[in-house]
């Protein structure tokens, strides 16, 4: 089988010079945004001695009676009155167990979100989204010398992977019999599209397969649909679309395989990932060569 590939090299569209300003939505070739929609983890750091100091003594006064450890971290940061704490550590995001990014919230309400990615009771499922701008690197002081870029994030949110698996509608053409058949091949498609190499949802082509991830649940009915007529997934390409212009659009390309024939079907959506927020411009359909 082969390996999930995206094409690379995307360029975006010459824009003719002219007097007038360019509009918010533009995207000059010269200066893209370094927008960021990538899954990871988010965890908790201490990023000097003395805050890691600080933090025993609020755990001290804490009622942490019978708590795991992560138990009790949860319960501090979740505490009001140890808010000062959040805004004290750095919040790293791991992608593959690779320590990415180093998150900020845009808004410091957005704080309550950091603490709601630490789970009590972590498991290996657990996972977050990010979506946001990249900024430079950290300073080395920033988080024990880890030099990583900086993401102020507009939007965060965490969930479970089988949650975010059996939150996925069942199509009509698959019976309610053969809906652990269905789970299973949206399971394989999401593991893939997670373990896709160098994936840190920081460019067009990763930009638009993570949002389809957990956005656009058709792509998990056409692999299980192809799963039943004995095809497999063969590849995800990523191409520039015919459509981009004064947007920047990317075709998203699931090339199918039956196991016996060897014949190739191929299905594709569309994807504006001009601005910081994805989305879909047209829905999933037949793909052909021109």
Not at 99 to 122: K, M, Q
Not at 236 to 253: C, F, H, Y
Request: a negative charge; aromatic letters at 8%; glycine letters at 6%.
């Amino acid at each position: 089988m082969e390996e999930i590939n995206t094409t690379t090299g995307l360029e975006s569209p010459s824009l003719e010079a002219s007097s007038q300003p360019l509009p918010a939505t533009s995207r000059p070739a010269v200066d893209p945004p370094p927008f960021v929609y990538a899954l990871g983890q988010v965890s908790p750091r201490f990023p000097s001695l003395a805050i890691e100091k600080e933090f025993a003594q609020g755990t001290g006064r804490a009622d942490a009676t019978g708590l795991t450890d992560r138990e009790a971290l949860h319960a501090v940061l979740s505490d009001r009155a140890n808010r000062y704490l959040v805004r004290q550590l750095c919040w790293v995001f791991a992608i593959e167990g690779l320590e990415t990014y180093l998150l900020g919230p845009r808004d410091p309400a957005d704080l309550e979100l950091l603490v709601d990615a630490v789970r009590p009771r972590p498991n290996p499922a657990d996972l977050d989204v990010i979506i946001g701008v990249r900024g430079p690197l950290a300073p080395p002081e920033a988080c024990g010398g880890l030099g990583v870029p900086v993401v102020i994030f507009d939007q965060l949110y965490s969930f479970d992977r089988d949650a975010l698996l059996g939150a996925i509608p069942r199509p009509d053409e698959i019976p309610e019999k053969d809906d652990e058949r269905f789970r299973a091949a949206a399971a394989e498609l999401f593991d893939r599209i997670l373990q896709v190499a160098d994936n840190a949802g920081a460019t067009d082509e990763h930009r638009a397969v993570n949002y389809l991830a957990v956005r656009y649940p058709a792509i998990y009915a056409r692999a299980a649909i192809a799963h039943v007529g004995n095809a497999s997934l063969t590849a995800v390409d990523v191409r520039p679309s015919r459509l981009s212009g004064a947007r920047v659009i990317v075709d998203v390309i699931f090339s199918y395989t039956h196991r016996q024939t060897d014949v190739t079907e191929k299905y594709f959506v569309r994807v504006d990932v001009t601005e910081e927020f994805p989305f879909l411009v047209t829905k999933l359909s037949p793909y052909y060569e021109h």
